[in-house]
T-cell receptor, first 109, second 117 residues
């Protein structure tokens, strides 16, 4: 099966600075890597995903990079804003999606 | 307005009682999932269903049961055999795995918070 490790578990950054969250996975057959954002008391929402045929994907202030050789992928948030404060989860599949343990991101005004 | 609905939002149960959590989707998705979320932990898969009338155990199925009689609905029953049922329960749905095993986005419901008194 798949094993997904996510770091750090908590992250505080000054508003306007960048935040980076990293995940590693174990199964070299994994080919889809989503990132979810979960606000307090709500269900997770997909914010960006990447498939194994590309190394980077951007969507405005959010980007995801994938290194298949090293089996890790990262979420990058630039120009952080207070509304970016949430818990972020990565995931990787084998037969089913396996989620990381989450990163609580706090943006300091 | 398409999406996934879960009800109720909050649920209280006495020890020894079974309780059923509702999950409905109108996204025409084939696959549906139930996850459990505990504080400081990720999402752990309880059960999933790729097609009507078929479902598989996830990583923590003990003490839970499901049914998938309709494409739109995937109710989860938390039985008295589940020793520590207090948690946040999330339902999700997605399109069926594409050819070659390519995954589709999972859409999550708003969750049900179950508390055992």
């Amino acid at each position: 099966g798949e094993n997904v490790e996510q770091h750090p578990s908590t992250l505080s950054v000054q508003e306007g600075d960048s935040a980076v969250i990293k995940c590693t996975y174990s199964d070299s057959a994994s080919n889809y890597f989503p990132w979810y954002k979960q606000e307090l008391g709500k269900g997770p929402q997909l914010i960006i995903d990447i498939r194994s045929n590309v190394g980077e994907k951007k969507d405005q202030r959010i980007a995801v990079t994938l290194n298949k050789t090293a089996k890790h992928f990262s979420l990058h948030i630039t120009e952080t804003q207070p509304e970016d404060s949430a818990v972020y989860f990565c995931a990787a599949p084998y037969e089913k999606l396996t989620f990381g343990t989450g990163t609580r991101l706090t943006i300091i005004p | 307005d398409g999406g996934i609905t879960q009800s109720p939002k909050y649920l209280f149960r006495k020890e020894g009682q079974n309780v059923t959590l509702s999950c409905e989707q109108n996204l025409n998705h084939d696959a549906m999932y139930w996850y459990r979320q505990d504080p400081g932990q990720g999402l752990r898969l309880i059960y999933y269903s790729q097609i009507v009338n078929d479902f598989q155990k996830g990583d923590i199925a003990e003490g839970y049961s499901v049914s998938r009689e309709k494409k739109e609905s995937f109710p989860l029953t938390v039985t008295s055999a589940q020793k520590n049922p207090t948690a946040f329960y999330l339902c999700a749905s997605s399109g069926r795995l594409a050819v070659g095993g390519s995954y589709n986005e999972q859409f999550f419901g708003p969750g049900t918070r179950l508390t055992v008194l």
